[in-house]
């Protein structure tokens, strides 16, 4: 049985950080292409930042240089760190497993200007 439990959302000020989690069993990250997308009221889920099971990464326009996605195969979780975090960062952060199509709970995170 899949499980994905994304956490780390929260409440930041603009200009500050957050690390999400995304702990899973289930599924090896390490030999899956995974991805962080985000959805905001009122858009489409947008596709954030991944890694694949090469190890490499790629990311938004709008999140480059300031977000950076990684994974710790011990303990199977993948992470999405975030840096200057901007009022337009606010969304429902989703983890999501390309092999198997298969999304997380999501984690609020919201940015106050």
């Known amino acids: 049985q899949v499980q994905m439990v994304e956490s780390g959302g929260g409440l930041v000020q603009a200009g500050g950080s957050l690390r999400l989690s995304c702990a899973v069993s289930?599924?090896?990250?390490?030999?899956?292409?995974m991805a962080w997308y985000r959805q905001a009221p009122g858009n489409q889920r947008e596709l954030v930042a991944t890694?694949?099971?090469?190890?490499?990464?790629d990311y938004a326009d709008s999140v480059k240089g300031r977000f950076t996605i990684s994974r710790d195969s011990a303990k199977n979780t993948v992470y999405l760190q975030m840096n200057s975090l901007k009022p337009e960062d606010t969304a429902v952060y989703y983890c999501?497993?390309?092999?198997?199509?298969?999304w997380g709970q999501g984690t609020q995170v919201t940015v106050s200007s």
């Open positions: 999501y497993a390309y092999g198997i199509a298969y």
């Open positions: 289930g599924v090896i990250v390490s030999i899956n292409d």
């Open positions: 890694i694949t099971r090469g190890g490499s990464t």
